[in-house]
T-cell receptor, first 115, second 113 residues
Framework: GAVVSQHPSRVICKSGTSVKIECRSL??????MFWYRQFPKKSLMLMAT?????????EQGVEKDKFLINHASLTLSTLTVTSAHPEDSSFYIC???????????FGPGTRLTVL | GENVEQHPSTLSVQEGDSAVIKCTYS??????FPWYKQELGKGPQLIID?????GEKKDQRIAVTLNKTAKHFSLHITETQPEDSAVYFC????????????FGTGTRLKVLA
């Protein structure tokens, strides 16, 4: 149980385009999902907290107009990187919190490369 | 704000030996402490967790201890195997409110065969 999927696993895009990443909880309902960014050999940096049916809460320094988050259902959250630039290249990971409980279950990650 | 320090950053042990990774948190209100294992190119996987009302928890070769007074918690892996090689992250969180995790900086464990 507690499986989280992410799609796509890898994406390469040209500078200026937008990229959408999907995060799904496959066997449980997730009221809250989280989006993280991870640089090589670094820890996970929380970008935003996404609650189903409401606006995401962004961490300080994260541009909400750049990283659009939608959490339309209890099993799906999406992150759209708008007008991507090379500095947006990174490993993006989502997690879903099981309810009730504290555990966050992580997806396998999406590697974004912006040329 | 909340901060979690993790040591060591790298750790090499011989197969069969024990490995210990330590974390210190700053917010005394934190009450949930998970540990994650991350293999290269993959998402983190929860391996064990502990809540603040418990001092120690064990699951086969893995154990976690918590000292609330000192705001320390540690991961202990006994009888290490090559497949334990990975990056391990600790985190501190709360059982209410935002449920956000504050992650440690990670420990790269290498088990030498």
């Amino acid at each position: 149980g507690a499986v989280v999927s992410q799609h796509p696993s890898r994406v390469i895009c040209k500078s200026g385009t937008s990229v959408k990443i999907e995060c799904r909880s496959l066997d449980f309902q997730a009221t809250t999902m989280f989006w993280y960014r991870q640089f090589p050999k670094k820890s996970l940096m929380l970008m935003a907290t996404s609650n189903e049916g409401s606006k995401a809460t962004y961490e300080q320094g994260v541009e909400k107009d750049k990283f659009l988050i939608n959490h339309a259902s209890l099993t799906l959250s999406t992150l759209t990187v708008t007008s991507a630039h090379p500095e947006d290249s990174s490993f993006y990971i989502c997690s879903a919190r099981s309810t009730p409980g504290n555990e966050q279950f992580f997806g396998p990650g999406t590697r974004l490369t912006v040329l | 704000g909340e901060n979690v320090e993790q040591h060591p950053s790298t750790l090499s042990v011989q197969e069969g030996d024990s490995a210990v990774i330590k974390c210190t948190y700053s917010d005394s209100a934190s009450n949930y402490f998970p540990w994650y294992k991350q293999e290269l190119g993959k998402g983190p996987q929860l391996i064990i967790d502990i809540r603040s009302n418990v001092g120690e928890k064990k699951d086969q070769r893995i154990a976690v201890t918590l000292n609330k007074t000192a705001k320390h918690f540690s991961l202990h892996i006994t009888e290490t195997q090559p497949e334990d090689s990975a990056v391990y992250f600790c985190a501190a969180s709360f059982t209410s409110g935002t449920y956000k995790y504050i992650f440690g900086t990670g420990t790269r464990l290498k088990v030498l065969a």
